[in-house]
Every structure is written in structure tokens, then in C-alpha cells.
């Protein structure tokens, strides 16, 4: 029944296994790929026929994550799995972005691409294996797909790389790098890096570069075996004539408006030329699907020609240049950390807020759940670009750009244990003309050191782009939005003085060299710098102290034995701390309490509190404490937190005393010090040696009272 075709190769220690023609057969490609025990199904289907009306490639990759595959049950009220996480959204985009450039030119069919994570062996991330079954699933479906392409994971770990390293690996390792690309050349990089050199970096791409070969290799073996015939393209139309035609009564003019510095100005003059041109030809009988792909290569034959031959780019920079940058520090008075930072016509408003464990972001993945304390939200409304756009959610290009900046800014904040802050960035973009990820690692940077968090060093980020026609090629400094789409890379390097945190890279083309990357990686450093140097105008490190608005957070640590007492009852004691005294109580399993409140009375209060519950009564100390209950023999006073003791009836008073109710009654407060504590913790106590006005010890004057001397 089943036509199977499976190969296997042992890779990195592991065994990967692709498989075909047993599961999802009428899917035009399907592989089960496994490594380890973690399993992911990838399918690739395409209509057969090309979507109309449309100018671009609908290309979607969804990427999903069973919770049968770690052996979970959703949580939730629903108990099935829901909208994506971001580990989802994540992984989509690492899937499309090596794969959309390798299309045939021209195909318009809507294609999708399914990734589903079957089984997950806690030890294998899933993502590689997606992207490595999606590659495998194009390359035998007969979709027009100039494949395949291999990926992987590079860890480094006591100066060496680590191929695709374990879960728990990942941690120890102080790069955590993606690459994806072809035999020829890298396509796609996605990392974040403990402050690594531009030389480490490049070693480690090409180290990826290679270690995927025979995974490349393995798909084209399973491909010869079983893949369906390739689809026929229509025959492309001639277009010569009207390409002549355009670029006679539309070059001149735009290419004098590629000439206006001003982003809107020069959008608008580019608009009322192609409008002009498109009503031209039609007058003349021109086909008006065709004018539209035409403009936009003589738009692209325009500037990349004039960067390759003169080195001046549309806003009459050279290719290092930098624009101007303007850092801003403090903007807004209520914030616990604010910056704005300007770079030409991007502009980012960064926002940061400290708040305490209790704000921490639970995160459940198949892993299993854990807290995130920093989280970095990017927002990206369509003012930012002078448009009129849909207001929502955020889509997955926002939180792909803020997770970026995430892996820029995460490796310089402090250790948890000595800065006990959650932190929230929101990054804002105000104005967009470039890449706004980037500004936001800045103004990110910026915003953090203003609310106080004493991050390790400044982070800045920079894009770079690449133009290559044959053997010549011109590599950009902060890019232009105009030179990112009509550009050949989308490079982007955050990070310090000292080295990279987060490189991350999109090659529009089949792939560049090595010595692109180089140059690429040495152009940045030299522009991180110039921006780190802009940005110290503003701020050059930390401020000493958090901001005065945010929650001032005081740690201290309890017996774990006592951790019972802090609590109480159903948190009946808990609760009645935070109610007293306005401050937040944070308590960890280990008898880690942090203490947080904007108000320094507050947590001073509730440290003393929990202080005084977990406090071992001392003998000769004086204590205040309140009657609680009242018996023929004496009365018991609460005077330590949850501590009870026993005041004798013979140690009420220094007088003799009848009836314990005539010198206390339950709920006052009286001075008591402690005579004793026995093996059981039984506490007696005397109210008698204790001057319950001053709370003077009395006993001293008895003793003097009682020697011969006296």
C-alpha cells in the first residue's frame, strides 16, 4: 500500500532520518524527518494555477507545535492548542526566510508549507529538523523550487563549535547561532552571541556553511529516488518592448527623483511617475500587468547601477556613511527609563518599565514552562511610514524584529541574583526609513541604562546592505528602506565595543561568499562604533541608582523551614504583610524573599515583619509583643511574629498579683523579656523586670538592689 523511500545519515552524533510515502501522500511533498526522537512532519503544497492580479509570491510557512509531542495536555480553559507562540511565529519565519529567494522567478502559485512537530525528545529542538524537512519536502514535490537547502545550529562551548548542541547545552554555550543556506553559499543567519568577535562569528557561519553539506547531499539522494516531475512554467511573455518603451519615457525622470533626499518627497514624485508611464503605455497598447514588475526593475537598474558605478547612494551618502543620529535620554517624566533615538529618518521611542517576579512572563513550551524576566515588545503602527494601515495584534514581522533586538540587548543585562528586576522594553517606532530593529536595539540600550539597570556595556545595531551585479558588488551602511527592497542583503549586526551580540542575515540572491561576509561584518564594526560614540553623548553607561519611580526591590533569605510561618495558613500572613504595609512579597522556594515597594517605608516595614516571624527568641532581649490569651497561671503574649510565650502569673508585676485580669487583658501590648527557652521551644517570659513605660531592664537595678554593697 505504501511506497516507502527513507534515507539516513549519521550527523553531528545523531541519527537523521527522512522518510516519504507513508503519511500526508496527497500533500505534493511530504517527509517525516527525525532526529534523535524528535520527529516533525513537513509538507509543501502549491495550486496549480498562479494566483491573478498579484505581483509578488504568496509564500506562507506555518510551523506548529503539538503538545502530544512532549506528552502534555494544553492548558487553558479550551484545552487545544490555540493561536501560535512565539516560538512558533518564530520558527516560521527562520523556515521562510532561506527558502522564498530559492523559487523559480516568476511563479505567482500560492504555495504553503506545513511544519508539524510530532515528538519532541527534550534534547533535539525541533526548529532545525523543520527546516531541514521543509527543504527535503520542496525538493522532491515538483514545486519550482532551486533547492535544497540545509541548516544548523552552532554552539560554542569552551572555544570550540559545537554542532547542533542539546536543550541542555544551550545554556552552557556562549553562541547560539542558526545558518540556512545552499551547497554554493550561506542564505540565512539568525544568532545571539556572549560579545564575540566579527572573526568568531564568520568562523562559525562557515562552520555551519559546512557542517550541513551532507544534509544537502542526503535530500538530493531521496529527491533522485522518489521526486515528482517538475512543474512546466508558462513560457515568460516578451517583454523587450515595453521594458524599451518605459525606460524612454520614464528613466530620466526617475531617475531625478532618486535624486530628492526626502523620503516622502522622493515617494511621491516616484508615484506620479509610474502613474504617468502606466497611462502612456496604455494609450499605446502596452499590456498594464506588465507595467508594474518593469518599473521596479528600472527602479532597480537605477540605483544599483549608480551605487556600483559611482559609489553615491540615494541620499548622496557613500556606501559607510552613517546618517545622523540624534540620542535622547530622560524624554518622559513618569517612566521609570525613556530614550528616543533618531537616525535619519528612523526613529525609535524606547520605554523601559522595572517591575518585580511577580510580572515575570510565564512562558509554556513543549520544554516544559518556565519565567522569562525580560521581554522586549516591538510595536510598528503605519504612521511610522506615512500611511493610513490596520491597527491590531502584532504580526509576525514585529515579533520576529523584536526578538531580535532581545538577543542584541539579553547578553549585557546582569545577573538575576544581583539586579532582581523584571524589565519590559517597548520599542515604539515613530518614523521608519531603515531598519527600525535596530533602532530599537539602540534606543533599547538607551532606555535600560536610563531606569538604572546596570547593563554590562552600551549595545548598538546597524544594517547593512549589499548590491552585486556579477563580479561587482558595493556593500551599504545603514540602509535605506529603498535600498533594502531593491538590495541583494539584509544584513544586521547589534552589539558592544568589545564584540557581537546578534547577527542576523537575508540573502535575496542564491547566496553570497565568504569575503562578502567579511567585508559586510568589518564595515559594521567600524559603523557600531561611530553609533556607540553618538550615543554617549546622550548616556555613556548606567545611571547609579534606579529610577526614583521604580519599585526599589531588597532581598533577603529565610530558613526554608520557616518558609511555612512567612506564609501561614491558606497565605493568611502573606496577604496581611502586603495589605499592611502596601509593599510586594516575593517568595522562593529556596528562602529567597524579595521585598519591593516605591515607598521605602513600606518595605522596611514588611522586612521587619518577616524578620520578626522567622526570628529565634533570644534570652535577656526585651521584646514588645501583644496578650493573646489569658489563663489562671499567666497570660501568653505573642511577641515575635508567630511566637508565643508564657508570662507566669509570678512574672506579671513586681508586686503580688491576685488575678492575672487585673494587670492585662487580651490585645494589649506590653514589653516582655525573655528568661528562658527550653528543648521543647517553650518560652517564658517576664513582664515584671521590664518597665513597661521606657522598656528599661529592671533586673539590673534588683541585682544591685540585692548585693551586700548596696
Not at 527562520?94 to 527558502?99: A, G, K, N, T, V
Not at 562551548?157 to 556562549?174: H, S, Y
Not at 515595453?242 to 522622493?266: P, V
Not at 532582581?420 to 531603515?434: C, D, F, K, L
Amino acid at each position: 500500500m505504501f511506497e516507502i523511500t527513507r534515507r539516513e545519515i549519521d550527523w553531528g552524533g545523531r541519527k537523521l532520518t527522512l522518510e516519504t510515502g507513508r503519511i500526508a501522500r496527497q500533500a505534493d511533498g511530504a517527509v517525516l524527518a527525525s532526529y534523535g526522537e524528535t520527529v516533525v512532519l513537513c509538507t509543501a503544497t502549491a495550486q496549480k494555477s498562479a494566483r491573478q492580479g498579484v505581483d509578488f509570491f504568496p509564500l506562507t510557512v506555518n510551523y506548529q507545535e503539538k503538545a502530544f509531542a512532549a506528552g502534555k495536555i494544553p492548558g487553558g480553559f479550551f484545552k487545544r492548542e490555540a493561536r501560535p507562540s512565539e516560538k512558533e511565529t518564530l520558527t516560521s519565519r527562520l523556515i521562510d526566510r532561506p527558502i522564498r529567494p530559492l523559487f523559480a522567478k516568476g511563479f505567482r502559485n500560492e504555495t504553503q508549507v506545513v511544519c508539524t512537530v510530532l515528538s519532541h525528545d527534550m534534547e533535539n529542538d525541533p526548529d532545525i529538523v523543520a527546516m531541514v524537512g521543509a527543504s527535503a519536502a520542496l525538493t522532491i514535490s515538483g514545486i519550482p523550487f532551486m533547492g535544497p537547502i540545509g541548516a544548523a545550529r552552532v554552539g560554542r562551548i569552551n572555544g570550540e563549535f559545537v554542532l547542533n548542541p542539546l536543550v541542555d547545552q544551550i545554556p552552557e554555550t556562549e553562541l547560539d547561532l542558526v545558518v540556512a543556506g545552499t551547497a554554493q553559499g550561506v542564505l540565512m543567519v539568525e544568532s545571539e552571541a556572549q560579545q564575540l568577535s566579527e572573526d568568531i562569528m564568520l568562523d562559525a557561519v562557515m562552520f555551519g556553511h559546512r557542517s550541513f553539506q551532507p544534509v544537502i547531499d542526503m535530500i538530493i539522494d531521496l529527491a533522485e529516488s522518489c521526486a515528482k516531475e517538475p512543474w512546466s512554467l508558462p513560457e515568460a511573455p516578451d517583454t523587450s518592448a515595453t521594458r524599451d518603451r518605459l525606460a524612454a519615457i520614464a528613466g530620466e525622470r526617475l531617475r531625478k527623483a532618486y535624486e530628492l533626499q526626502g523620503k516622502q518627497d522622493r515617494q511621491t514624485e516616484i508615484t506620479l511617475t509610474k502613474e504617468a508611464a502606466s497611462a502612456t503605455l496604455a494609450e499605446e497598447g502596452h499590456d498594464s500587468d506588465l507595467v508594474g514588475p518593469l518599473f521596479k526593475d528600472l527602479e532597480r537598474d537605477i540605483v544599483r547601477g549608480q551605487i556600483l558605478d559611482t559609489g553615491r547612494r540615494i541620499d548622496g551618502r557613500d556606501t559607510k556613511t552613517v546618517r545622523p543620529i540624534v540620542a535622547e535620554v530622560g524624554v518622559l517624566p513618569r517612566a521609570h527609563g525613556s530614550a528616543l533615538f533618531t537616525r535619519g529618518e528612523t526613529q525609535a521611542f524606547v520605554v523601559t518599565t522595572l517591575g518585580t517576579g511577580q510580572d515575570e512572563q510565564i512562558m509554556d513550551a513543549l520544554q516544559g514552562e518556565y519565567r522569562e524576566h525580560f521581554m522586549l515588545h516591538y510595536n510598528f503602527p503605519p504612521y511610522s511610514t506615512g500611511e493610513a494601515g490596520r491597527m491590531g495584534p502584532p504580526g509576525r514581522r514585529e515579533i520576529g524584529h523584536g526578538k531580535l533586538a532581545w538577543r542584541a540587548l539579553r547578553p549585557l543585562l546582569p545577573p538575576k541574583d544581583e539586579f532582581p528586576y523584571t524589565m519590559r522594553v517597548v520599542s515604539e517606532i515613530t518614523e521608519s526609513n531603515g531598519s527600525s530593529s535596530m533602532a530599537t536595539v539602540c534606543g533599547g540600550s538607551l532606555s535600560l541604562m536610563d531606569a538604572g539597570v546596570p547593563l554590562r556595556a552600551p549595545v548598538a545595531g546597524i544594517a547593512m546592505g549589499l548590491i552585486k551585479e556579477g563580479d561587482r558588488y558595493a556593500v551599504l551602511s545603514d540602509i535605506l528602506g529603498d535600498e533594502d527592497h531593491l538590495g541583494d542583503m539584509d544584513f544586521k549586526v547589534a552589539g558592544t565595543e568589545a564584540g557581537v551580540t546578534s547577527l542576523q542575515m537575508d540573502i535575496k540572491i542564491t547566496s553570497i561568499t565568504e569575503e562578502i561576509m567579511r567585508v559586510a561584518l568589518n564595515q559594521a564594526r567600524e559603523g557600531r562604533l561611530h553609533i556607540l560614540g553618538e550615543m554617549a553623548k546622550a548616556l555613556g553607561g548606567a545611571r547609579e541608582e534606579v529610577s526614583a519611580k521604580a519599585p526599589r526591590i531588597t532581598t533577603i533569605h529565610i530558613p526554608r523551614e520557616k518558609i511555612r510561618e512567612v506564609i501561614g495558613s491558606g497565605g493568611k500572613v502573606i496577604r496581611e504583610i502586603v495589605e499592611v504595609t502596601g509593599a510586594k512579597v516575593d517568595i522562593e522556594d529556596d528562602g529567597t524573599i524579595k521585598i519591593a515597594s516605591v515607598d521605602a517605608s513600606a518595605s522596611q516595614a514588611a522586612i521587619d515583619w518577616i524578620r520578626g516571624i522567622v526570628a529565634e527568641p533570644e534570652v535577656g532581649v526585651i521584646y514588645t509583643g501583644k496578650v493573646v490569651k489569658i489563663m489562671d497561671f499567666g497570660a501568653f503574649v505573642n511577641f515575635l511574629g508567630s511566637r508565643d510565650g508564657l508570662v507566669h502569673i509570678s512574672e506579671l508585676a513586681p508586686e503580688r498579683v491576685k488575678s492575672v485580669g487585673d494587670v492585662v487583658k487580651v490585645g494589649d501590648v506590653v514589653k516582655v523579656k525573655v528568661l528562658a527557652v527550653d528543648d521543647r521551644g517553650k518560652v517564658k517570659l517576664s513582664m515584671r523586670v521590664v518597665d513597661q513605660k521606657t522598656g528599661e531592664d529592671l533586673s539590673a537595678a534588683e541585682k544591685k538592689e540585692a548585693s551586700p554593697a548596696g
